[in-house]
């Protein structure tokens, strides 16, 4: 294997015509030079330089090596800059993964924001929170897109990086006939004996509801199961059920529904996490791309 900064001192001598010569060019001592020459020489099992009267010349294989090693040197310099613009510059692989409204909301403007203006490839993974922060910790995904609300925090771990990008609140859902529905806020404990509608069990959003709805000092009675928030509405529309819905997730309701805030008011942040050793310009501008998606959202 060819070291680079003896190449470097045999083509000084091969440009300059002297050790001394080259040892100015280089900015080092003459010992200096003469010992990565020998080196070089012991490396390449052939002399590379002969004496020439008071001075030195270069031999065949010598003169080889400097022509080609010119090129070697240019070739790896070249290398460098490319690498160092990629350390500069958005470029390369942006793997996200979200749980499922930001998914469906914010993403798709995040990722078309990305591509018109870096030459980047990016790819979106749709899962619950825990699965997203196992995936970025396994070099699965690179920028994780995670939320927490307030009853039920999730634990980031201590070797990803997070930073907070939204806050979002959820509402109650009723069927406007019901007798609440006009009410400038909705009490959670007076829902006490109103059926739910809810994700499955197991879930994530079912959990936190049914701790949410513990907290208020009643065992919630889950009668509806659906894994959409069109659904979800659907059962409340109905009168059938109330259902705990984000604001992120639902800008108008449909017919038949509306959204009241709740007492206690019930907020989630929502994080962007991603590892500390992955942590470049591309990362970076996936994280801005998503809080900017994610502000516009709010206007």
């Known amino acids: 294997m060819l070291n680079l900064d003896r190449v470097g001192a045999l083509c000084a001598v091969a440009q300059t015509g002297s050790v001394a010569a080259a040892a100015r060019l280089l900015h080092v001592t003459p010992s200096g ?15 590379l330089l002969e004496p020439a009267g008071r001075g ?6 010598g003169e080889l090596l400097a022509r080609r090693g010119v090129e070697l040197l240019s070739h790896a310099s070249g ?35 990305l591509l018109s203006r870096y030459p980047v490839h990016v790819t979106v993974t749709e899962a619950e929170t825990e699965v997203t922060l196992k995936s970025v910790a ?6 994780g897109v995670v939320d ?8 980031i771990p201590v070797d990803l990086q997070s930073r907070p990008i939204h806050r979002d609140t959820a509402d109650v859902a009723l069927a406007v006939d019901h007798p609440l529905a006009q ?40 009668d509806f199961e659906a894994s959409d928030v069109s659904t979800h509405l659907a059962f409340a529309a109905a ?24 007492e206690p008011r019930l907020h989630r942040d929502i994080y962007a996490v991603w590892r500390a050793d992955n942590a470049g310009p ?9 809080e900017e998606a994610f502000a516009s959202t709010a206007q």
């Not at 070089?40 to 052939?46: P, W």
């Not at 490319?82 to 979200?98: C, D, L, N, Y």
């Not at 927490?148 to 634990?155: G, L, M, T």
């Not at 591309?282 to 998503?290: P, Q, T």
């Open 79 to 113: 290398i460098a800059a490319e690498i160092a613009a990629m350390r500069s510059e958005v470029v390369g692989p942006i793997r996200f993964g979200a749980f499922v409204t930001a998914s469906r909301v914010v993403l798709p403007s995040a990722v078309r924001s």
């Open 138 to 143: 396994r070099r699965r995904i690179d920028i």
């Open 56 to 61: 030195l010349r270069l031999t065949p294989a």
């Open 33 to 47: 030079v003469s010992q990565q020459l020998a080196k070089l020489e012991r490396e390449m099992g052939t002399a």
């Open 148 to 155: 927490s609300w307030e009853s039920a925090p999730i634990d």
């Open 282 to 290: 591309a990362i970076r501008a996936g994280i801005d791309a998503v």
């Open 183 to 222: 009410a400038s806020t909705v009490p959670l404990s007076a829902l006490a004996t109103t059926p739910w509608v809810a994700w499955g069990a197991g879930a994530a959003f079912h959990d936190w509801l049914v701790r949410t709805l513990r907290r208020q000092g009643f065992e919630p009675r889950v």
């Open 239 to 262: 009168g059938l059920a109330a259902a705990l819905v984000s604001r992120l997730a639902v800008d108008e309701p449909p017919a038949g529904v509306v959204l009241r805030p709740t």
